[in-house]
Nanobody, 115 residues
Framework: EVRLEESGGASVPPGGSLRLSCAAG????????MYWVRQAPGKAIEWIAA????????TYADSVKGRFTISRDDYANKLYLQLSSLETSDTAIYYC????????RGQGTQVTVSA
């Protein structure tokens, strides 16, 4: 069974930063495109970042471009998301996923941005 375990979520003030991690297992992580998606309260899942195997191609949703950075460590089977300049609208559960729609995702980690 595929393992995706997110961590690093917290409550931070606007303008703050966080680093989310996703520990992956039981599949060929280094050969797999990976994604971060999020779901805000009462809203649909939103794709926010993607990274190809080998980190050759990285893309972001406009809502996070310039503030968030996706990266991966293929030796450690880990995916990361650095969140900076956080806004209250970034409050959501953040998931690492195997697809852009977030249908195959982990349990998530909560990020709350509030003053």
């Amino acid at each position: 069974e595929v393992r995706l375990e997110e961590s690093g979520g917290a409550s931070v003030p606007p303008g703050g930063s966080l680093r989310l991690s996703c520990a992956a297992g039981n599949f060929a992580f280094s050969n797999t495109h990976m994604y971060w998606v999020r779901q805000a309260p009462g809203k649909a899942i939103e794709w926010i970042a993607a990274i190809s195997h080998g980190s050759e191609k990285i893309t972001y949703a406009d809502s996070v471009k310039g503030r968030f950075t996706i990266s991966r460590d293929d030796y450690a089977n880990k995916l990361y998301l650095q969140l900076s300049s956080l806004e209250t609208s970034d409050t959501a559960i953040y998931y690492c996923a195997l697809d852009k729609a977030g249908q195959r995702r982990g349990q998530g980690t909560q990020v709350t941005v509030s003053a």
